[in-house]
């Protein structure tokens, strides 16, 4: 195993996809996370499926719900390891 290396493809995420991934991780459907965050399951679902903008309300409440920083959800191709340009 001495010539394993970690991955360097990426994956682009979208604002939706992020949702939707968090979310199922957290083991929670569409149905759930609307009682929760009370957020129609309709609204969930167009955010999801990138209908519609997820806001900084909703990310803060949508994150609060999943457990998770607001900035996971509204900027999920966040390459954190790239260094602003001076």
């Not at 994956?11 to 991780?25: F, K, M, Q, Y």
């Not at 949508?62 to 390891?81: K, S, Y």
Request: charged share 20%; proline share 6%.
């Amino acid at each position: 195993m001495k010539d394993v290396r970690p991955a360097k493809v990426r994956t682009a995420v979208s604002v939706g996809e992020s949702v939707r991934i968090v979310r199922e991780l957290q083991g929670l459907t569409q149905s759930e996370l609307a009682r929760r965050t009370k957020i129609p399951q309709s609204t969930i679902s167009a955010i999801e499926n990138n209908t519609i903008n997820l806001g900084v309300e909703r990310a803060k409440t949508l994150a609060l719900v999943l457990q998770c920083h607001p900035a996971v959800l509204v900027f999920p191709g966040w390459d954190v390891t790239k260094q602003p340009a001076a």
